[in-house]
């Protein structure tokens, strides 16, 4: 799911007053004024209106062209903000403020070289210039130089402690490092200075979401939302923060509230999707997934999405697909690879998907699930040393995982090394003690040791926990017919025959001759 950083605010400087000095006509000075009172107001359509017509009388205003020029990019006219700040630099070529806002114009146009050079320009004139460090921090944070960015607002910071900006940005660099606790240091600095600054508490808790702590993530994202009640970017990451807690009836909510704040919001949308993914719902999931991709075609999360919705409803094609268009977006993305091996993994193209797993762990060498899978995929070939290995490596990776437990022990229980297995169930039945196919292979293994009551013993466990499990009733009647206890073995058979017949899953090849052995045994013991 996307959570959304609100760190980039660029700064934007205007001339507030002019001096004769400067002006050759005192009307000129006048209208620039009444064009700063308009742009103060906000009135960018009218402030445009004063500096033109003060340029008609003086066009060697600078300050006339970059004030025009800052009115433009607040309408998001960048080309003709652009042309203004050109003409003020021509005008005035050391005049730091216009190269400063010309950069932050290429830069919110995506051209961040240009907007480097124009900021290195506007420090080069201007060494103590804050907010030119500040914003030059921001586009190389843009271009992923993160430690470049921190230098930059550091520096911005130095000269101006009071600069919140240049510490939520920082904070924002910090917290894509991964490096959460000292990015809500910066953001509670940033909250010092500016106790009602929204972004800054939408940040915060975003690392209080990375960092699981996600009471506090609410608690900071419901302020952002009491500040400012048309924050999308909040509501967001509030629903982010309701479905890590498992309650997507809320997260939807929040979701459903930020696209209505911003019909263009491709995040809220996969994010909304993934919500209706978890509660069940493939078919809205796919819908919000598409309609991510159609707003923004560059989303590969959302591909990815949507190719896992399509793999669980069986669309492996249409899931393949998507996973494809997803890796020409992003080719470093692990998890995608992950995806795509387990599709192919689905239609039995074993090597494909072990390709696929091990891309995606030579992306990420600490990708436990892609080890699993690939381990799987061994498996079922019937290489169990390489499976072995895998889950092995699974495992060292995060020890809870309990279904690589589980396989590797299913791997020794294969190779007649039932200790090792049974050690393997046991720390899979501790991780997750609801697992009833651990408790009937574990008693499989000690029904091959000998240990025959233990076997039921852990037969009846796997009932208990799943009623439905054939496997186990057969096994526990094999287990108690070889023990005498005849009566035990017949109801045991019985309720196997009973599930099979009700089609439950769980069956394994050769369940036919498993059939016929259980309605013969029946028919023996109860001729007896």
């Keep these: 799911m996307n959570l959304c950083l609100v760190a980039v605010l660029f700064l934007l400087g205007v001339y507030l007053s002019s001096y004769a000095k400067d002006i050759n006509s005192s009307d000129a000075v006048e209208i620039f004024n009444r064009g700063n009172s308009y742009l103060a107001m906000g009135d960018y359509e009218n402030a445009i209106k004063e500096y033109t017509r003060a340029i ?34 021509e005008i005035n070529p050391k005049d730091a403020l216009a190269y400063t806002n010309r950069g932050v114009a290429y830069s919110d146009m995506g051209d961040y070289e240009r907007a480097i050079a124009d900021l290195n320009r506007a420090l080069e004139i201007n060494p103590k210039y804050a907010d030119a460090y500040y914003n030059r921090g921001n586009a190389y944070s843009h271009l992923g130089d993160k430690e470049r960015a921190i230098a930059d607002y550091t520096r911005a910071i130095e000269i101006n402690p ?57 608690a900071d994202l419901n302020r952002a939302i009491e500040i400012n009640p048309k924050f999308a970017e909040a509501y967001n990451n509030r629903g982010k923060a309701y479905s890590d807690m498992g309650d997507n009836e809320r997260a939807i909510a929040d979701y459903t509230r930020a696209i209505g704040i911003n019909r263009k919001y491709a995040e809220a949308y996969n994010n909304r999707g993934a919500a209706y993914a978890l509660m069940g719902d493939k078919e809205r999931a796919i819908a919000d997934y598409t309609r ?42 692990a998890e995608v690879y992950n995806n795509r091996g387990n599709a192919y993994a689905a239609i039995r193209d074993k090597g494909r998907a072990i390709a696929d797993y091990t891309r995606a762990i030579e992306i990420n060498p600490k990708f436990a699930d892609a080890y699993y899978n690939r381990g799987t995929a061994y ?49 899979a039945i501790e991780i997750n003690p609801k697992d009833a196919l651990a408790y009937t292979n574990r008693g499989n293994a000690y029904y091959n040791m000998g240990y025959k009551e233990r076997a039921i013993a852990d037969y009846n466990r796997a009932i208990e926990i799943n009623p439905k499990d054939a496997g186990a009733y057969f096994n526990k009647g094999l287990a108690c017919d070889s023990l005498g206890r005849f009566q035990e073995a ?37 001729g007896k």
């Design 490 to 526: 017949v109801e045991a058979y019985k309720n196997f025959l009973s599930c099979v017949s009700a089609g439950t899953p769980n069956q394994t090849p050769g369940m036919d001759d498993l059939i016929e052995m259980a309605r013969q045994r029946i028919k023996e013991l109860e």
């Design 379 to 427: 498996y079922k070939m019937g290489y169990k040393e390489r499976a072995i290995a895998d889950y092995t490596r699974a495992i060292e990776i995060n020890p809870k995982f309990a279904e690589a437990y589980y396989y590797r022990g299913n791997a020794y229980y294969n190779m007649s090394d039932n200790e090792r297995a049974i050690a393997d169930y046991n720390r």
């Design 56 to 89: 008609e009388i003086n066009p060697k205003l600078a300050e006339a062209y970059l004030n025009r020029g800052t009115a433009y990019y607040d309408l998001g006219d960048n080309k003709r903000a652009i042309a203004d700040y050109n003409r003020a630099i």
């Design 162 to 218: 009071k600069l919140a900006e240049a510490y939520i940005g920082r904070g924002a660099a910090y917290s894509d490092m991964g490096d959460n606790e000292r990015a809500i240091a910066d953001l509670n600095r940033a909250l010092e200075i500016n106790p009602e600054y929204a972004e800054a508490y939408n940040n915060r808790g975003v690392a209080y979401s990375d960092m699981g702590d996600n009471e506090r993530a609410i």
């Design 292 to 333: 991510a991709i159609g707003i923004n075609p560059k989303l590969a999360e959302a591909y990815n999405n949507r190719g896992a919705a399509y793999a669980l409803m069986g669309d492996k094609e249409q899931a393949i697909a998507d996973f494809n268009h997803a890796l020409e977006i992003n080719p470093k993305y």
